[in-house]
Protein backbone atom coordinates (compact mmCIF):
# COMPACT_ATOMS: atom_id res chain seq x y z
CA UNK A 1 0.00 0.00 0.00
CA UNK A 2 1.39 3.87 -0.15
CA UNK A 3 1.74 3.56 3.89
CA UNK A 4 -0.32 6.85 4.71
CA UNK A 5 1.18 8.64 1.47
CA UNK A 6 -1.46 10.05 -0.94
CA UNK A 7 0.90 8.76 -3.83
CA UNK A 8 3.35 6.01 -4.48
CA UNK A 9 5.19 8.69 -6.08
CA UNK A 10 6.04 10.48 -3.04
CA UNK A 11 6.42 7.29 -0.78
CA UNK A 12 8.88 6.01 -3.39
CA UNK A 13 10.98 9.67 -2.94
CA UNK A 14 10.96 9.51 0.43
CA UNK A 15 12.14 5.70 0.67
CA UNK A 16 15.31 6.27 -1.02
CA UNK A 17 17.47 6.40 1.84
CA UNK A 18 16.10 2.28 2.37
CA UNK A 19 15.81 1.32 -1.26
CA UNK A 20 19.50 2.94 -1.23
CA UNK A 21 21.31 0.83 1.32
CA UNK A 22 19.84 -2.13 -0.01
CA UNK A 23 21.61 -1.37 -3.67
CA UNK A 24 24.82 -0.59 -1.68
CA UNK A 25 24.26 -3.54 0.80
CA UNK A 26 27.06 -6.12 0.48
CA UNK A 27 28.62 -4.52 -2.69
CA UNK A 28 31.81 -2.93 -1.31
CA UNK A 29 34.17 -5.03 0.66
CA UNK A 30 35.22 -2.73 4.19
CA UNK A 31 38.83 -4.31 4.01
CA UNK A 32 39.68 -4.16 0.37
CA UNK A 33 37.34 -1.36 -0.53
CA UNK A 34 37.17 -3.53 -3.98
CA UNK A 35 33.79 -3.97 -5.38
CA UNK A 36 31.85 -6.97 -5.66
CA UNK A 37 28.60 -7.45 -8.17
CA UNK A 38 28.05 -11.47 -8.07
CA UNK A 39 29.15 -10.69 -12.14
CA UNK A 40 32.24 -10.11 -14.52
CA UNK A 41 35.15 -11.52 -13.48
CA UNK A 42 38.36 -9.51 -13.63
CA UNK A 43 39.67 -11.55 -16.33
CA UNK A 44 36.40 -11.26 -18.28
CA UNK A 45 36.18 -7.17 -17.60
CA UNK A 46 40.12 -7.59 -19.05
CA UNK A 47 38.69 -8.59 -22.16
CA UNK A 48 36.55 -4.96 -22.87
CA UNK A 49 37.97 -2.28 -24.71
CA UNK A 50 34.66 -0.30 -24.41
CA UNK A 51 31.50 -0.17 -22.80
CA UNK A 52 28.23 0.72 -24.87
CA UNK A 53 25.29 1.61 -22.63
CA UNK A 54 21.40 1.07 -24.01
CA UNK A 55 18.37 2.15 -22.16
CA UNK A 56 15.18 4.41 -22.47
CA UNK A 57 14.05 7.69 -21.09
CA UNK A 58 15.25 7.65 -17.09
CA UNK A 59 17.08 4.56 -17.13
CA UNK A 60 19.07 6.37 -20.69
CA UNK A 61 19.95 9.28 -18.13
CA UNK A 62 21.41 7.43 -15.09
CA UNK A 63 23.26 5.35 -18.31
CA UNK A 64 24.52 8.69 -19.66
CA UNK A 65 25.32 9.53 -15.90
CA UNK A 66 27.29 5.90 -15.76
CA UNK A 67 28.93 6.75 -18.88
CA UNK A 68 30.22 9.74 -17.89
CA UNK A 69 31.81 7.91 -14.88
CA UNK A 70 33.49 5.47 -16.86
CA UNK A 71 34.78 8.18 -18.50
CA UNK A 72 36.42 9.87 -15.81
CA UNK A 73 37.67 6.97 -14.73
CA UNK A 74 39.78 6.55 -18.15
CA UNK A 75 37.55 3.93 -19.53
CA UNK A 76 35.78 4.31 -23.23
CA UNK A 77 32.10 4.45 -22.97
CA UNK A 78 28.82 5.66 -24.55
CA UNK A 79 25.09 5.76 -23.66
CA UNK A 80 22.68 5.14 -26.64
CA UNK A 81 19.17 5.26 -26.44
CA UNK A 82 17.95 1.91 -27.08
CA UNK A 83 15.67 3.02 -29.89
CA UNK A 84 18.20 4.71 -31.77
CA UNK A 85 20.92 2.11 -31.28
CA UNK A 86 19.10 -0.14 -33.96
CA UNK A 87 19.86 2.16 -36.66
CA UNK A 88 23.60 3.42 -36.01
CA UNK A 89 26.02 3.36 -33.00
CA UNK A 90 29.74 2.27 -32.88
CA UNK A 91 30.68 -0.80 -34.37
CA UNK A 92 29.74 -3.89 -31.87
CA UNK A 93 32.58 -6.49 -31.63
CA UNK A 94 33.32 -9.26 -29.09
CA UNK A 95 35.53 -6.94 -27.09
CA UNK A 96 32.42 -4.80 -26.29
CA UNK A 97 30.38 -4.99 -23.01
CA UNK A 98 26.94 -3.86 -23.68
CA UNK A 99 25.15 -2.38 -20.54
CA UNK A 100 21.42 -3.06 -21.09
CA UNK A 101 19.79 -0.40 -18.14
CA UNK A 102 15.71 -1.50 -17.70
CA UNK A 103 14.09 -0.80 -14.58
CA UNK A 104 11.35 -3.55 -15.25
CA UNK A 105 13.57 -5.42 -17.85
CA UNK A 106 10.27 -5.12 -19.99
CA UNK A 107 11.32 -2.87 -22.06
CA UNK A 108 10.81 -3.56 -25.65
CA UNK A 109 13.68 -1.14 -27.30
CA UNK A 110 15.72 -2.31 -24.75
CA UNK A 111 15.25 -5.81 -25.47
CA UNK A 112 15.67 -5.27 -29.19
CA UNK A 113 19.23 -2.89 -28.59
CA UNK A 114 20.06 -5.94 -26.32
CA UNK A 115 19.56 -8.57 -29.89
CA UNK A 116 21.77 -6.49 -31.41
CA UNK A 117 24.53 -5.96 -29.43
CA UNK A 118 24.62 -10.17 -28.58
CA UNK A 119 24.45 -10.55 -32.81
CA UNK A 120 27.33 -8.17 -33.05
CA UNK A 121 29.49 -10.63 -30.90
CA UNK A 122 29.03 -8.36 -28.00
CA UNK A 123 28.81 -9.37 -23.89
CA UNK A 124 25.68 -7.94 -22.42
CA UNK A 125 24.78 -6.83 -19.53
CA UNK A 126 21.46 -6.05 -17.90
CA UNK A 127 20.99 -4.08 -15.02
CA UNK A 128 17.85 -4.52 -13.80
CA UNK A 129 15.46 -3.94 -10.59
CA UNK A 130 13.37 -7.35 -11.77
CA UNK A 131 14.66 -10.53 -10.85
CA UNK A 132 13.72 -13.30 -14.18
CA UNK A 133 12.56 -10.08 -16.43
CA UNK A 134 13.34 -10.51 -20.03
CA UNK A 135 16.26 -8.70 -19.71
CA UNK A 136 17.63 -10.74 -17.16
CA UNK A 137 16.73 -13.71 -19.02
CA UNK A 138 18.57 -12.65 -22.29
CA UNK A 139 21.41 -11.00 -21.33
CA UNK A 140 24.89 -12.77 -20.72
CA UNK A 141 25.10 -11.44 -16.99
CA UNK A 142 22.54 -9.72 -14.55
CA UNK A 143 23.37 -7.18 -11.77
CA UNK A 144 20.18 -6.31 -9.58
CA UNK A 145 19.90 -2.43 -8.30
CA UNK A 146 17.93 -3.84 -5.55
CA UNK A 147 15.76 -0.75 -5.44
CA UNK A 148 12.33 -2.67 -4.43
CA UNK A 149 9.09 -2.75 -6.40
CA UNK A 150 8.55 1.02 -8.17
CA UNK A 151 4.56 1.21 -8.38
CA UNK A 152 4.30 5.15 -9.84
CA UNK A 153 4.93 4.93 -13.92
CA UNK A 154 7.11 8.23 -13.10
CA UNK A 155 10.90 6.56 -12.09
CA UNK A 156 11.81 8.15 -8.89
CA UNK A 157 14.17 5.33 -6.43
CA UNK A 158 15.05 3.46 -9.22
CA UNK A 159 16.77 6.13 -11.29
CA UNK A 160 18.79 6.71 -7.55
CA UNK A 161 19.64 3.13 -7.23
CA UNK A 162 20.73 2.67 -10.91
CA UNK A 163 23.22 5.43 -10.85
CA UNK A 164 25.15 3.86 -7.54
CA UNK A 165 25.00 0.44 -9.21
CA UNK A 166 26.46 1.86 -12.57
CA UNK A 167 28.91 4.17 -10.25
CA UNK A 168 30.11 0.43 -8.49
CA UNK A 169 30.19 -0.89 -11.78
CA UNK A 170 32.64 1.82 -13.28
CA UNK A 171 34.87 1.59 -9.92
CA UNK A 172 34.82 -2.25 -11.03
CA UNK A 173 35.19 -1.76 -14.39
CA UNK A 174 37.97 0.68 -14.24
CA UNK A 175 40.12 -0.88 -11.67
CA UNK A 176 40.38 -3.92 -14.69
CA UNK A 177 40.41 -1.90 -18.13
CA UNK A 178 40.98 1.40 -17.21
CA UNK A 179 43.62 4.16 -18.34
CA UNK A 180 46.84 5.30 -16.82
CA UNK A 181 45.15 8.10 -14.42
CA UNK A 182 41.89 5.53 -13.86
CA UNK A 183 40.66 5.19 -10.35
CA UNK A 184 41.14 8.23 -7.94
CA UNK A 185 38.04 9.76 -8.34
CA UNK A 186 36.39 6.80 -7.88
CA UNK A 187 37.59 5.73 -4.57
CA UNK A 188 36.90 8.77 -3.56
CA UNK A 189 33.10 7.88 -4.42
CA UNK A 190 33.18 4.89 -2.41
CA UNK A 191 34.20 6.47 0.69
CA UNK A 192 31.33 9.01 0.25
CA UNK A 193 28.74 6.27 -1.12
CA UNK A 194 28.39 4.62 2.62
CA UNK A 195 27.17 7.90 4.02
CA UNK A 196 24.97 8.65 1.26
CA UNK A 197 21.56 6.97 2.17
CA UNK A 198 21.90 9.11 5.82
CA UNK A 199 22.59 12.08 3.68
CA UNK A 200 19.40 11.81 1.30
CA UNK A 201 17.80 11.41 4.43
CA UNK A 202 18.38 14.52 6.26
CA UNK A 203 17.94 16.64 2.64
CA UNK A 204 14.55 14.97 2.17
CA UNK A 205 13.88 16.01 5.79
CA UNK A 206 14.58 19.54 5.57
CA UNK A 207 13.50 20.22 1.78
CA UNK A 208 11.98 23.43 0.79
CA UNK A 209 11.21 22.38 -2.20
CA UNK A 210 7.37 22.24 -2.22
CA UNK A 211 7.32 25.75 -0.93
CA UNK A 212 10.02 27.09 -3.54
CA UNK A 213 7.90 24.96 -6.43
CA UNK A 214 4.69 27.04 -5.42
CA UNK A 215 6.65 30.67 -5.97
CA UNK A 216 7.06 29.87 -9.87
CA UNK A 217 3.23 27.52 -10.58
CA UNK A 218 1.58 29.25 -13.25
CA UNK A 219 5.24 29.66 -15.28
CA UNK A 220 5.41 30.00 -19.17
CA UNK A 221 7.97 26.73 -18.92
CA UNK A 222 10.41 25.52 -16.48
CA UNK A 223 14.06 25.09 -17.58
CA UNK A 224 16.74 22.71 -15.72
CA UNK A 225 20.72 22.68 -17.34
CA UNK A 226 23.80 21.14 -16.03
CA UNK A 227 26.86 20.33 -16.61
CA UNK A 228 29.15 16.77 -16.69
CA UNK A 229 26.90 15.00 -14.23
CA UNK A 230 24.81 17.72 -13.65
CA UNK A 231 23.74 16.65 -17.40
CA UNK A 232 21.68 13.96 -17.32
CA UNK A 233 20.23 15.41 -14.32
CA UNK A 234 18.81 18.59 -15.89
CA UNK A 235 17.71 16.29 -18.41
CA UNK A 236 16.40 13.63 -15.87
CA UNK A 237 14.39 16.59 -14.05
CA UNK A 238 12.81 17.76 -16.84
CA UNK A 239 11.55 14.27 -18.03
CA UNK A 240 9.94 13.63 -14.47
CA UNK A 241 8.37 17.41 -14.76
CA UNK A 242 6.94 17.01 -18.13
CA UNK A 243 5.75 13.36 -17.55
CA UNK A 244 4.10 14.37 -14.18
CA UNK A 245 2.81 18.15 -14.69
CA UNK A 246 2.13 17.84 -17.98
CA UNK A 247 3.91 21.35 -18.35
CA UNK A 248 6.47 22.40 -20.61
CA UNK A 249 9.67 21.61 -19.47
CA UNK A 250 13.44 21.37 -21.02
CA UNK A 251 16.80 20.24 -19.60
CA UNK A 252 20.38 21.63 -21.16
CA UNK A 253 23.33 21.05 -21.03
CA UNK A 254 24.25 24.69 -19.80
CA UNK A 255 27.17 25.65 -22.23
CA UNK A 256 24.29 25.02 -25.08
CA UNK A 257 21.72 27.50 -23.54
CA UNK A 258 23.65 30.71 -25.48
CA UNK A 259 23.36 28.33 -28.59
CA UNK A 260 19.85 28.51 -28.83
CA UNK A 261 17.50 28.17 -26.17
CA UNK A 262 18.41 31.31 -24.61
CA UNK A 263 15.73 33.01 -27.36
CA UNK A 264 12.83 31.00 -25.05
CA UNK A 265 14.30 32.50 -21.37
CA UNK A 266 11.85 35.05 -20.01
CA UNK A 267 11.12 36.28 -16.57
CA UNK A 268 8.02 33.85 -16.98
CA UNK A 269 10.71 30.85 -17.24
CA UNK A 270 12.04 29.69 -14.16
CA UNK A 271 15.62 28.27 -14.93
CA UNK A 272 16.86 24.89 -12.16
CA UNK A 273 20.54 24.96 -11.78
CA UNK A 274 22.87 21.97 -11.02
CA UNK A 275 25.64 22.52 -9.33
CA UNK A 276 27.71 19.36 -8.92
CA UNK A 277 31.18 20.99 -7.70
CA UNK A 278 32.55 20.29 -11.02
CA UNK A 279 32.46 22.69 -14.00
CA UNK A 280 30.53 25.01 -11.47
CA UNK A 281 31.74 28.08 -12.10
CA UNK A 282 30.77 27.93 -16.02
CA UNK A 283 27.66 27.11 -15.19
CA UNK A 284 27.20 29.75 -12.77
CA UNK A 285 27.88 32.05 -15.59
CA UNK A 286 25.28 30.26 -17.83
CA UNK A 287 22.41 30.90 -14.98
CA UNK A 288 23.66 34.44 -14.93
CA UNK A 289 23.13 34.70 -18.93
CA UNK A 290 19.54 33.21 -17.62
CA UNK A 291 18.89 35.97 -14.98
CA UNK A 292 19.86 38.81 -17.16
CA UNK A 293 17.02 38.20 -19.31
CA UNK A 294 14.71 38.58 -16.28
CA UNK A 295 14.79 34.30 -15.45
CA UNK A 296 14.57 32.92 -11.76
CA UNK A 297 17.59 31.02 -11.15
CA UNK A 298 17.03 28.17 -8.65
CA UNK A 299 20.17 26.91 -7.59
CA UNK A 300 20.23 23.23 -6.66
CA UNK A 301 23.99 23.18 -4.83
CA UNK A 302 25.57 22.64 -1.53
CA UNK A 303 25.04 25.47 1.28
CA UNK A 304 27.53 28.08 0.92
CA UNK A 305 28.58 27.51 -2.32
CA UNK A 306 29.04 30.52 -4.45
CA UNK A 307 25.55 30.21 -6.79
CA UNK A 308 23.65 30.72 -3.43
CA UNK A 309 24.15 34.18 -2.94
CA UNK A 310 23.89 34.73 -6.73
CA UNK A 311 20.78 33.39 -7.53
CA UNK A 312 17.28 33.86 -6.43
CA UNK A 313 16.52 30.64 -5.23
CA UNK A 314 18.14 27.98 -3.26
CA UNK A 315 17.52 23.99 -2.99
CA UNK A 316 20.37 22.75 -0.88
CA UNK A 317 22.01 19.27 -1.13
CA UNK A 318 24.18 17.31 1.84
CA UNK A 319 28.09 18.08 1.19
CA UNK A 320 29.31 14.78 -0.78
CA UNK A 321 31.42 13.57 -3.41
CA UNK A 322 30.90 15.09 -6.41
CA UNK A 323 30.24 11.68 -7.92
CA UNK A 324 26.81 11.81 -6.30
CA UNK A 325 25.99 15.39 -6.09
CA UNK A 326 24.19 14.85 -8.78
CA UNK A 327 22.03 11.84 -7.91
CA UNK A 328 20.97 14.22 -4.56
CA UNK A 329 20.09 17.28 -7.11
CA UNK A 330 18.38 14.84 -9.33
CA UNK A 331 16.07 13.66 -5.95
CA UNK A 332 15.42 17.41 -4.41
CA UNK A 333 14.42 18.19 -8.24
CA UNK A 334 12.31 15.24 -7.97
CA UNK A 335 9.89 17.11 -5.14
CA UNK A 336 9.87 19.87 -7.45
CA UNK A 337 7.91 18.10 -9.98
CA UNK A 338 6.28 15.80 -7.70
CA UNK A 339 4.53 19.56 -5.50
CA UNK A 340 4.17 21.02 -8.83
CA UNK A 341 1.82 18.00 -10.05
CA UNK A 342 -0.30 17.42 -7.08
CA UNK A 343 -0.46 21.68 -6.77
CA UNK A 344 -1.72 21.28 -10.44
CA UNK A 345 -3.81 18.35 -9.39
CA UNK A 346 -2.59 15.76 -12.23
CA UNK A 347 -2.96 11.85 -11.90
CA UNK A 348 0.80 11.93 -10.15
CA UNK A 349 0.99 8.12 -10.33
CA UNK A 350 -0.73 7.30 -13.58
CA UNK A 351 0.07 10.23 -15.83
CA UNK A 352 -1.99 10.24 -19.11
CA UNK A 353 -0.81 8.48 -22.23
CA UNK A 354 2.05 6.55 -20.76
CA UNK A 355 2.40 3.47 -19.26
CA UNK A 356 5.29 1.71 -16.54
CA UNK A 357 6.56 -0.67 -18.85
CA UNK A 358 6.41 0.27 -22.43
CA UNK A 359 6.56 -3.09 -24.36
CA UNK A 360 6.15 -1.56 -27.81
CA UNK A 361 8.57 -0.21 -30.00
O1 LIG B 1 11.71 -0.15 -17.30
P1 LIG B 1 12.69 0.77 -17.99
O2 LIG B 1 13.72 1.30 -17.08
O3 LIG B 1 13.33 0.11 -19.19
O4 LIG B 1 11.81 1.97 -18.52
C1 LIG B 1 12.35 2.95 -19.37
C2 LIG B 1 11.44 4.16 -19.49
O5 LIG B 1 10.23 3.81 -20.12
C3 LIG B 1 11.14 4.81 -18.13
O6 LIG B 1 12.32 5.11 -17.44
C4 LIG B 1 10.32 6.09 -18.30
O7 LIG B 1 11.09 7.05 -18.97
C5 LIG B 1 9.87 6.59 -16.92
N1 LIG B 1 8.44 6.43 -16.76
C6 LIG B 1 10.16 8.05 -16.67
O8 LIG B 1 9.80 8.41 -15.37
Redesign the pocket.
Known sequence: GKGGYEHYMLKEIESQPTSLTNTIKGRVSPESGSVDLDALTPETISEFREVQFV?????YHAALYGSTLLNEAGVRARAYRASEYQMGSDPVTDETLVVA???????AD?LGAMRRASRGGATVLAVTNVMGSSAARAADETVYIHAGPEIG???TK?FSSQTVTLGLLAHRLSEHMGGEDRGEPLDLALDALADLPDDLGRMLDGSDAERITNRYLGSDAYFFIGRGLGYPVAKESA??FK?ITYEHAEGFASGELKHGPLALVTPRTPVFAVFTGEHDEKTLKNAKEAQTRGADVVAVAEEGHPAVDATDAHLPIPDTAPQWAGLLANVQLQLVSYHAANELGRSIDKPRN?A???TVE
Do not use: D, M, W
Open positions: ACGTSVTQSGETTVAATLKELKSV
